[in-house]
């Protein structure tokens, strides 16, 4: 059993430009089986930390939003805030770095940006999974309340999982704060006491009353830690540090099992894109991007989020590495790029866990929609 990646390239001509073939893509691959007439449909896709100009260039997104608007649908964008402390820790500087990103109402078809997850990252709803590693996952509100859900993904590389595709755009980028600590820490944040002044607005704000003056400064009583990662946002000086202390085969488990969680009440209502654009080495999260690694690909389509994610990987992989770039060794056609920036990471992980957990298939059938 094998399931349908559809695919094209950036060749274009006077009788279809790119955005058009984009559309036919998007049609192809199945969006308007998905939705229905008044169905809510998220648009969920990284807006681009402030300084990084890698994500998705936004005529691309407003085009896809002009083929939902045509089903009858309402589409809003949507994504979560930040664990860490940057320009999208909260609701109010997420819209704005989205909006200077090129994302605002007006030039995405007075389409509304929603950040899924409420002002703080605080609102999430618990979804029972019972899996290997997590028995609950917590995801953004506005992503299970939703009836429909489209994942638009720049494929790239990633420090902690090889490379950042869909699945990564699910299970990390639906999930609350505390549902993105759960990922990446198996203990309570810590206090750098240096930089500590003792203000204690992490303890004002702590709902579980786990903080407390010592010897001077704050100081986060792990037994009473319920993981929400509040006390990392709501610092001044930023003494508050996550400890990134997860085993990064453990961390990517525990990725797919809270795509699983997005997924769960999206049975034929999810249709996933990847943009295999501007493949930097690192995560969009960061406030710069370093040099594409290869040569821009093309964009693929599917039903299946393990399948795109598998094609979008041995596409890359395909390809001759760019000359100047980070990247140093398996740099020919057929050479592992994602082993070659990142060679403690096994990406491979993520996918084969996301097929023994009902995810979908790494076997596909990529079709190639050529230019009229």
């Known amino acids: 059993m094998t399931s349908k ?15 058009d073939k984009l559309v036919r893509l998007i049609k192809t691959g199945g969006i308007n ?8 449909a998220g648009i ?50 997420h819209i704005k770095t989205a909006v200077e990103n090129g994302f605002s109402y007006s030039s995405m078809d007075n389409t509304p940006i929603v950040i899924a997850d409420g002002l703080r990252g605080q609102n ?9 590693n997590c028995k609950n996952v917590y995801i953004g509100s506005e992503i299970i309340a939703c009836d429909a859900l489209i994942s638009i ?29 759960d990922q990446h820490s198996t203990v309570s944040p810590k206090i750098k006491t240096k930089n500590c002044e003792a203000c204690l607005d992490c303890a004002k704000h702590c709902p579980g009353d786990a903080i407390i003056l010592k010897d001077k400064k704050a100081f986060i009583l792990s037994e009473k830690c319920i993981g929400c990662g509040e006390c990392i946002i709501r610092c001044p000086v930023n003494a508050v540090n996550i400890r990134w202390n997860q085993a990064i ?4 488990e ?5 795509t699983l969680g997005v997924l769960k009440n999206k049975k034929e209502k999810a249709f996933f894109i990847n943009f295999i654009t501007d493949i930097s080495p690192a995560c969009d999260c960061l406030s710069y991007n370093d040099s594409p690694i290869i040569r821009d690909i093309g964009i693929l389509a599917s039903m299946d989020p393990v399948a795109i994610d598998q094609a979008s990987a041995d596409l890359v992989n395909a390809e001759k590495a760019l000359p100047e770039t980070c990247l140093k060794t398996n740099t020919d056609a057929g050479e592992d790029k994602f ?19 009902g995810l979908g298939n790494r076997k596909y059938d990529l079709e190639t929609i050529e230019a009229l």
């Open 5 to 19: 990646v559809y695919f094209i390239d950036f060749r274009a001509n006077p009788k279809e430009n790119t955005l």
């Open 33 to 40: 089986n998905i939705l229905t007439k008044k169905d809510i």
């Open 44 to 93: 969920k896709l990284h807006f681009g930390e402030k300084g990084n100009t890698a994500f998705i260039r936004p005529p691309y997104i407003r085009k896809i939003i002009k083929s939902i608007k045509k089903t009858g649908a309402t589409p809003f964008l949507t994504d979560t805030n930040t664990l860490y402390a940057g320009t999208r820790s909260n609701t109010p500087e």
């Open 124 to 132: 999430e709803i618990k979804v029972n999974i019972n899996q290997k």
């Open 153 to 181: 993904a720049h494929f790239k590389g990633h420090e902690l999982s090889g490379f950042g595709g869909t699945l990564k755009n699910l299970g990390m980028g639906c999930a609350s704060r505390k549902g993105k600590l």
């Open 249 to 252: 085969p453990v961390f990517l």
């Open 254 to 258: 525990k990725m797919m099992e809270y």
């Open 339 to 357: 082993k070659g920036l990142y060679p403690y990471v096994d990406w491979e992980i993520q996918l084969e866990y996301a097929q023994k957990i």
